[in-house]
């Protein structure tokens, strides 16, 4: 049971499927890990567990969904604001002090060098990846699903932006916005996820 691999169980259990569901799959899963290891070594009886806990997560999805009750609606939608309210105060402590140095530093120069659009690109990168551990820290019982919605969210928030507004934006960035949102909100829900402790 020690041997199991601890990310993909972790992940499994992130995404809120019923204890009982759980338990039972986890388990399965954990008892043929422990023949295969025996048979055919760990490497590949992890490969084999990471395989399966693929082909395994829509099964947790499904049941996750089935169970949902409506305050573990009103609970994602708690963590969406949260982490919403943490992503826009971090916004504001990074512009309130970077943003003063890069425009003076702009207004000296009179252009702006590539190295001047680097905190911009490491803050579009590390807002999601944050707001999506903010999720899944406040949402407990399934904070993967929880970071995932965030980045729905996000992205219906960006695309709306780009046709309201958008019209001069370069392609890469209307089209490419609302796909980062997703991916590295759920990148920040699998940080969260890795960290919890295990399930059985």
């Known amino acids: 049971m020690k041997m199991v691999p601890r990310v993909p169980e972790r992940l499994l259990t992130a995404l809120g499927a019923s204890a009982d569901f759980r338990d039972d799959v986890l ?3 954990a008892e043929e890990f422990a023949v295969r290891a025996e048979w055919d070594g760990v490497p590949k009886a992890r490969r084999w ?3 399966e806990a693929l082909r395994a997560a829509p099964y947790f ?3 996750a969904r089935r169970n949902m009750r409506a305050r573990d609606l009103l609970g994602i939608v708690k963590a969406i604001v949260l982490a919403m309210v943490g992503v826009k105060l971090f916004r504001f402590a990074f512009y309130g002090i970077a943003g003063p140095l890069l425009d003076v530093t702009r207004h000296l120069d009179h252009t702006m060098p590539v190295w001047w659009y680097l905190p911009f690109v490491f803050l579009n990168a590390i807002s999601p990846v944050m707001g999506g551990y903010i999720a899944a820290r406040t949402h407990r019982k399934a904070p993967l699903a ?8 996000w992205a219906a928030i960006d695309i709306a932006m780009s046709v309201r507004f958008g019209a001069s934006w370069p392609a890469v960035y209307r089209y490419g916005a ?3 949102a997703i991916v590295f909100t759920t990148l920040g829900g699998v940080v969260r996820a890795v960290r919890l402790p ?3």
């Open 49 to 51: 567990y990471y395989r």
């Open 27 to 29: 388990g399965d899963l």
């Open 198 to 200: 295990r399930p059985l």
């Open 61 to 63: 999805l499904r049941d």
């Open 146 to 153: 929880a970071a995932a919605a965030l980045g729905l969210v």
């Open 178 to 180: 609302p796909m980062i």
